[in-house]
């Protein structure tokens, strides 16, 4: 038996504008999903998923059973729930070159489903590092990078970037651009702060939606290169460890989010909420449509402030996690 974890992440600069190329700067936090996996004596792949909910039901997911029994929902549902964990499992068995290879898999997390943190990447970086080791291959934090990203394109329908996927492989600040992929090593104290309005985004479904916009009108697509402007005026803001910098561009990153059409109702009143409680900036992380802001303070400010911002669920501090995917059981 194998226990693998992996970080989430929040994005200072770059969602989105990433998927078509330009650079990004997504940052690691201290919240992590464990993954357990135990090799079976069969080629069955069973789930235990205790986050991961489908009206309701918690899932248990069963590749050798038609029926789910713990779940009353349609089976291509489940499927659709697990398809980052079955990719896993295929990267590993290919990995190993195990093609009948079965698995046990247990998953337990601290970042929230949908909600713009990288749970998705943080479940199948740290899945497919306990699987491949597991059975008996290790893999550098690069390669796990590698197999992730081939997971998360599959699963978001041939529209992802590295970035979720580099980022909590290999943990601390990164630039991503295409598939250039570095660590940041001078990197300012980030004073985070998350708000999280209790919603999910379909990172698929808001992915496609900037594709279709960039498509048909001119100014999408500039708007998704000014986008990656702000990311290159954000790096030298890092560089010279200019807090109020980059807390400004983060606040015109948001902007430009919005014009794209992946923030929401919730999302824009915690930005608000936290900007007006004077910190540095704020804006949507991730995916959008719902789920978190990330600002940056260093007082107790926009804490307080999102506690009180109806639509905000919980708030917390986040902090940068130097250390990407790890095995803590093996
Ligand atoms: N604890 C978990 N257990 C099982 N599957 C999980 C877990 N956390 C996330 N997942 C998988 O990841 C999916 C959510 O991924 P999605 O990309 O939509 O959101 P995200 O990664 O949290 O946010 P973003 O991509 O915007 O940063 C879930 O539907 C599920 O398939
Ligand atoms: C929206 C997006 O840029 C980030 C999701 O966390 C998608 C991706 O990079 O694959
Ligand atoms: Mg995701």
């Known amino acids: ?56 039901y918690t899932v248990e997911y069963d590749s050798n059973s038609d029926a789910h029994p713990d779940v009353d929902v349609a089976p291509s549902l489940i499927e659709a729930g697990v398809g980052y964990l079955n990719g896993a499992a295929e990267q ?21 489903l949908g909600a713009g943190l990288g749970s998705s990447a943080a479940v199948v970086v740290a899945g ?36 979720d996927t580099f980022c909590s492989a290999v943990g601390g600040a990164v630039r991503v651009e295409g598939d250039d992929c570095r660590a940041i090593t001078e990197v300012p104290n980030l004073p985070f702060v998350i708000g999280y ?17 960039r498509e048909e009108y001119e ?20 560089r010279e460890g200019d807090i109020e910098e ?44 719902g789920g978190c802001i990330v600002a940056l303070d260093d007082t107790e400010e926009a804490e307080t402030a999102l506690k009180y911002t109806p639509g905000c669920e919980q708030t917390f501090r986040a902090e940068l996690d130097t250390e990407g995917v790890r095995v803590e059981e093996a």
Not at 197 to 208: H, I, K, N, Q
Not at 219 to 238: K, L, M, P, S, Y
């Open 197 to 213: 309005d209790g919603g999910e985004g379909d990172t698929g479904e808001l992915v496609a939606g900037v594709r279709s916009l």
């Open 219 to 238: 100014f999408a697509a500039t708007t998704v290169e000014t986008i990656g402007d702000i990311v290159r005026e954000g790096e030298q803001a890092i």
């Open 1 to 56: 038996m194998v226990v693998s974890s992996a970080p989430g992440k929040v994005y200072l600069f770059g969602e989105h504008a990433v998927v078509y190329g330009e650079p990004a700067v997504p940052c690691a936090i201290e919240r992590r999903a464990t993954v357990e996996v135990e090799e079976r004596d069969d080629d069955a792949l069973r789930v235990h998923a205790a986050d991961l909910t489908l009206d309701g």
């Open 128 to 163: 497919i590092d306990a699987a491949t080791r597991e059975l008996g291959v290790d893999l550098t934090a690069r390669e796990v990078a590698q197999r992730a990203y081939e997971v998360e394109y599959e699963v978001q329908d041939g529209q992802a970037s590295r970035a």
């Open 246 to 289: 980059l807390g400004r561009l983060m606040d015109f990153n948001h902007g430009l989010l919005e014009a794209l059409g992946v923030s929401s109702r919730s999302l824009d009143e915690m930005v608000w909420a936290a900007r007006e409680s004077n910190a540095y900036g704020a804006k949507l992380t991730g995916a959008g449509g």
């Open 92 to 112: 590993a068995r290919d990995a190993a070159d195990r093609p009948n290879a079965g698995f046990e898999i247990t998953v337990e997390s601290s970042i929230p």
